[in-house]
């Protein structure tokens, strides 16, 4: 088949500008892809240059096996026809126009032949719907970032650019954007390029990561190898990983997050309600027996699938039939003998859990 | 009196809608550039302000003369009403596209780059969003080209001349009455210009200050 051969997206670009120099080249399967790095890494840049926003000095940009950029054969489709839609950090609204009109913009100027999202429907889901005749100025900042999504979507486009839409967000208003991002690529199937510097939402997004640093790829590698590096990070100036899940509230007041059931406190959600659920992989415990007498409520049994050591931390990645990230020193994977296939529990207060709607 | 005043109206008019186009398209090129060749673009358009208009009136009078560049192409307009427009308009022009650019210039890029990305031409990006966004600038330039075009005389008289019924607007009137003594329809003139005038300045500095307040609560919003 044509479509195993060509890759979803390819490119080979750079871009001078100044003292800055881009230099990147890759090729994207389908699906949720991460670009990882620091600030000044290129990233935006480099998303700037997918869209079209900014031109490269050279090089070319290949979606779905059909050239958008080609400095050699001078090729530049129009910005407005790629069907490339870019979420921004700070949503980019237009302030003179209320939410319904911010969203049915970019869908009226959709063609009717490719619009395959229905908005309401959208606002629906996205839990937008009671705003749309307010102003962005009188939004919240997750509800921004949520129409600012929706206007995007509602484009049907090819592909969805994310300029780290998170990073202004505070814990709980991350966890809800990220797990609605997840879901609208479920339910729609629109490839993304999640564009981040924190490694918790990459990890609960993505499979891959292209790493940038400088202006030059410094890796394309699965995300989980990412940990690695944070293990041999200092703590200080370092991300916390969060494990990030998307369950259900229980009629007995717990969350079912995949196979497993967490005893939680869901003040506020009701049965069969759908939530976000975080815990920092700090404030989990293994231990290699079952504990009996134990204040913490969630013990869980499972199997190590992968251990990091670093110089600073290592990680443990464990099945439980959910997967959970636990950090602990190397000194603890030393002394319990931790390492692949090995039997454990898992262990973390109710407190330690962070729920949000969504 | 009325003659006058009506044919000054009209000058500004006319002066006002035909710069809008030319003095946007300037202001945009100037909000997005700042090289050499934006400098001497803004040089070039605002040398009216620096000079006596008498001496633009002069340097119009030789562009579109005989002698001039358009040589035997002149479409002989000096001393008949479109004079009067060109000549309010070329002194005009300076102030509108200050005020255009300060309107443009508040109006976030990536904003404009948005609507692109959602789907909208060039043109249409500039009508939905650039447009309603600097509306007050824009609304501001235009009312001050209006104002100035209205009361401007001395490149004027140079390059239209003072016709009665032809090419006297009111601040010609009001000269030819101040020089012939007649001092109580001098002042007649002065009173209508003063109310015209007045109204429109009046709306312009209204426009500016909604818009710096707007400013205001934008950056106290980000902050």
């Known amino acids: 088949m044509a479509s195993s051969v060509v890759p979803f997206l390819e490119f080979d670009i750079q871009l001078h500008q100044g003292e800055f120099t881009l230099d990147v080249a890759a090729q994207f399967e389908g699906g949720i892809t991460a670009v990882f790095g620091p600030s000044g890494a290129g990233k935006s840049t480099l998303l700037g240059c997918l869209a079209g926003m900014i031109t490269p000095d050279s090089g070319h940009i290949r979606l779905d096996g059909e050239t958008i950029f080609c400095s050699a054969d001078r090729v530049r489709q129009p910005l407005q026809s790629l069907g490339i839609a870019m979420v921004f950090q700070d949503g980019m609204l237009f302030p003179h126009k209320t939410v319904g009109e911010n969203i049915d913009y970019g869908y009226n100027l959709t063609h009717p032949d490719s619009r395959r999202i229905d908005p309401q429907e959208l606002c629906e889901f996205l839990q937008i719907g009671n705003l749309v005749d307010r102003y962005p100025v009188s939004l919240s900042g997750g ?42 690529h479920d339910r729609y199937g629109i490839p993304m390029i999640y564009v981040s510097h924190s490694i918790s939402d990459v990890m609960a997004l993505a499979p891959n990561a292209l790493v940038l640093e400088r202006g030059s790829v410094k890796s394309f590698c699965p995300v989980i190898d990412l940990v690695a590096d944070i293990a041999s990070s200092t703590r200080v100036g370092r991300d916390d990983i969060d494990n990030l899940y998307v369950g259900t509230v229980t009629p007995t007041g717990a969350i079912r997050i995949g196979d497993v059931e967490v005893v939680a406190q869901p003040d506020g959600y009701g049965p069969g309600q759908q939530v976000t659920v975080s815990i920092s992989a700090s404030d989990i415990m293994l231990a290699l027996e079952q504990p009996r007498s134990i204040s913490a409520r969630n013990v869980l049994a499972g199997v190590i699938q992968r251990v990091e050591v670093g110089d600073y931390a290592a990680f443990a990645f464990v099945d439980t039939g959910t997967e959970f990230v636990v950090e602990l020193t190397s000194e603890a994977v030393e002394s319990l003998d931790l390492r692949p296939g090995k039997d454990v529990f898992v262990l973390f207060k109710t407190s330690s859990i962070t729920i949000t709607a969504g | 009196m009325l003659e006058a005043t009506l044919l000054s109206l009209q000058t500004a008019l006319i002066a006002t809608i035909a710069m809008a186009v030319p003095a946007f398209l300037i202001a945009t090129y100037l909000v997005r550039n700042n090289g050499r060749v934006a400098f001497i673009v803004d040089l070039a358009i605002s040398m009216p302000l620096a000079l006596p208009p008498v001496a633009v009136g002069f340097v119009l009078l030789w562009f579109f003369g005989a002698t001039g560049p358009l040589g035997s ?139 710096r307040t707007r400013l205001a609560a934008r950056s106290a919003s980000d902050g």
């Open chain 1, 143 to 184: 509800e921004r970032q949520r129409v600012a999504l929706a206007r995007s979507v509602a484009t049907s486009p090819r592909l969805l650019l994310l300029d780290e839409p998170v990073a202004s967000l505070d814990i709980r208003l991350r966890n809800q954007v990220v797990s609605y991002l997840k879901q609208i």
């Open chain 2, 73 to 211: 192409f002149n479409p002989g307009i000096a001393f008949t009403w479109p004079a009067m427009s060109i000549a309010a308009g070329v002194v005009s022009l300076p102030l509108v596209v200050r005020a255009f650019t300060a309107g443009l210039a508040e109006v976030d890029p990536r904003l404009v780059f948005a609507a692109r990305n959602l789907g909208a031409s060039q043109l249409r990006a500039t009508w939905d969003v650039t447009l309603p966004l600097a509306r007050n600038g824009i609304a501001a330039g235009l009312l001050l080209g209006f104002v100035r075009s209205f009361a401007e005389f001395g490149a004027t008289i140079v390059f239209a001349g003072n016709i009665p019924g032809s090419t006297q607007g009111l601040p010609s009137a009001m000269f030819s009455r101040i020089s012939a003594g007649d001092f109580s329809e001098a002042w007649t003139l002065a009173a209508v210009s003063i109310v015209i005038g007045g109204i429109a300045l009046a709306i312009h500095n209204k426009l500016v200050s909604e818009q």
